[in-house]
């Protein structure tokens, strides 16, 4: 996939190039950032707690 949107950051790793677009998210308002970050927070905090208690439970 070629990226075609605003590339913000181009880099690359090895052989490989990666440009990062920020089509998706260049025309939100704060609220809708702010929602996205819930979102993102709730997804979440469930694997990390997970991988918290895991980890403990090897100690």
């Keep these: 996939m070629v990226a075609t949107g605003n590339v913000v ?15 998706h998210c260049r025309n939100k308002t704060k609220q ?15 694997p990390l707690s997970v991988a918290i208690n895991n980890s403990h439970e090897k100690n």
């Design 9 to 23: 950051r181009e880099f690359t790793i090895g052989q490989t190039r990666i440009k990062i677009c920020d089509d």
């Design 32 to 46: 809708d950032v702010e929602e996205i970050l819930r979102r993102i927070a709730k997804n979440a905090i469930g």
